[in-house]
C-alpha cells in the first residue's frame, strides 16, 4: 500500500508549496548542505510564461511530478553570468 500524501514532505511531513518546495527541510534530510536540496513534492502552475491560464483558469494544473533536483549552476555558467553581469556593470571584478 501506498501511503503518499501529496500536500506533505515526505521528510519532514511539512506543508509543500504549489511549486513542490519544501520550506522547513528544503527536501533533504541534510538541509544545512544546499547541494542536497530537492522538491520533493509535485509542481504546480497557473499561469505558463506568457501569463495565460494553463486550464480553465480557476484551477492549478499539474506541471511536472517530483521529486526533482534543485537547479544548481556549472562552473562554466557560473563563469558566463559573471562576465555577464560585469559587461553590463551591475558586479565588480572578483576580489
Ligand atoms: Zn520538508
Redesign the pocket.
Known amino acids: 500500500m501506498n501511503l503518499v500524501c501529496h500536500f506533505a514532505?515526505p521528510?519532514?511531513?511539512?506543508p509543500l508549496g504549489w511549486d513542490g518546495g519544501?520550506g522547513?527541510?528544503?527536501?533533504s534530510l541534510t538541509s544545512t548542505d544546499r547541494r542536497t536540496w530537492t522538491f520533493?513534492g509535485d509542481r504546480y502552475e497557473f499561469d505558463d510564461e506568457r501569463g495565460q491560464p494553463r486550464g480553465d483558469g480557476k484551477h492549478w494544473v499539474l506541471f511536472a511530478k517530483g521529486p526533482r533536483p534543485v537547479y544548481r549552476q556549472t562552473k562554466a555558467e557560473s563563469a558566463a553570468l559573471r562576465k555577464t553581469l560585469m559587461t553590463v556593470g551591475v558586479e565588480e571584478d572578483a576580489p
Open positions: 514532505c521528510y519532514c511531513r511539512g519544501c522547513r527541510c528544503f527536501g520533493p
